[in-house]
């Protein structure tokens, strides 16, 4: 590659330098030795996730190999790389950088770096489409395909001193600690809503919650949903009328999946006009608010759930349950966060609901005021799983895009 071509599109404020082509036999070398000993070291594994875990996480106790000779396995000592050479493509590469030694299997490559190639910069640049087209060009076999250590030295590495090297590095696992700190919050905030749900809700056979606000001491009321509200199934919607820009929404089961719409439907991807309506003898879903889910297909298994505020139409693959007066907006919405609707799913060659089954099904409810106040503190979690969820998804972005631009 010419020199001119050998600079990234952004890199750090007075670094100009051309970047230099590094063979991977010159800056790394295999380090795994065989645990000739059969030393009784710390089992790991590498997943394309996690990296490095230990056996006992990756596989229930150990797996099968827990009580296994180790002898064969490779001593994998700090500032390691390992990895499988059948799942390399799937990015099955690992990091090692604990204080003490473990083994991975015989199957694993393993190996470190000389010098003047910083760990991290490496690191950052395996997860990158160049290595990703290494291992096209050099991987080899029939059915399955390998890379082995001896292809990877084939190949060539650009990169800059290693002051920059080092600063890209730091960067870009600054970015990861961000990303790893939102899911983290983000898992959190799921299992504390699950644990709040089991707790802030009537078991079966009983009616008073184990977890209640203070002064709420009465029975919750046992009722069928359809003395609560109403469901009601979509209508046929033909392609040719869809895409429109203004009007009601008519919302389709992909539509959940539209960033913005992780709890309630907020944006559309399709309207229809009231002459659209008029023509098709259409009745908009006007009885708000309302629960939306997918009614036919294998998406019902997912058992996704939407609340929807404004008029709107839903397609023939769909379904909503509207709340009547008796339901709080929030506390229904969480309501149905308690509801397993596939336990209701029809037999068929697709399954399906019934809408008199879903009006049938029976729940538990408290007074309005007890439900403003549990509806509220789920609506918040849900708020907060959101911005995560959010803030993780806009760093995975940023760190892609930097990964695109920041290595030649």
């Known amino acids: 590659m010419e020199e001119k071509f050998l600079r990234p599109k952004i890199r750090f404020k007075g670094f100009t330098d051309a970047w230099e082509q590094y063979k991977f036999d010159s800056i790394t070398f295999p380090s795994g030795v065989k645990n000739a000993d059969n030393l009784l070291l710390e089992s790991y594994s590498i997943t394309n996730e996690a990296g490095f875990i230990p056996q006992n996480i990756q596989f229930e106790n150990g797996g099968t190999m827990r009580d296994a000779d180790k002898s064969m ?25 604990q204080s003490k030694n473990v083994i991975v299997s015989s199957l694993y490559e393993v190996f470190q770096t000389t010098n003047n190639i910083d760990d991290r910069f490496l690191w ?45 590095g730091s960067l870009l696992d600054n970015i990861d600690n961000l990303i790893t700190l939102h899911q983290r919050k983000y898992d959190k905030l799921v299992n504390t809503k699950k644990a709040l749900l089991d707790k802030m809700f009537p078991k079966n056979g009983e009616l008073v919650p184990k977890l209640r606000f203070r002064g709420f001491t009465d029975a919750w009321e046992q009722c069928k949903l359809g003395n609560l509200g109403r469901t009601q199934s979509g209508v046929g919607f033909p392609d040719v009328e869809q895409g429109g820009q203004e009007g009601i929404p008519f919302y389709k089961v992909s539509d959940m999946n539209t960033p913005g719409n992780e709890h309630e439907m907020l944006n559309a991807n399709h309207y229809v006009t009231n ?69 209701l799913v029809q037999v068929g060659a697709l399954p399906s609901y019934n809408a008199t089954d879903i009006n049938e099904l029976e729940v538990k409810v408290p007074k309005l005021d007890e439900q403003s106040k549990i509806g509220l503190v789920f609506s918040n979690i849900d708020n907060l799983i959101t911005l995560h969820q959010r803030k993780y998804e806009k760093l995975k972005n940023i760190k892609k895009a930097l990964l695109e631009k920041i290595f030649v």
């Not at 087209?133 to 080899?140: G, P």
């Open 73 to 97: 396995y490779y001593i994998v000592s700090p500032r390691s790389f390992a990895y499988n050479p059948a799942r390399i493509n799937v990015g099955s590469i690992g990091y090692y950088n």
């Open 275 to 343: 002459d659209q309506i008029a023509k098709r003898a259409w009745n908009p879903i006007d009885s708000v608010p309302a629960i939306m889910f997918a009614k036919v297909g294998a998406a019902v298994m997912l058992n996704r759930k939407r609340l929807v505020s404004r008029p709107f139409l839903l397609d023939n693959n769909t379904m909503a349950y509207s709340f009547g007066a008796q339901l709080d907006t929030k506390f229904g919405k969480t309501l149905f966060d308690t509801i397993y609707l596939p336990s």
């Open 124 to 168: 950052h640049w395996f997860k990158t489409d160049h290595f990703q087209k290494l291992i096209e060009q050099y991987q080899e076999g029939g059915v399955r395909l390998y890379f082995y250590y001896d292809k990877l030295c084939k190949g060539q590495l650009p990169a800059p001193q290693l002051i920059e090297q080092r600063k890209i």
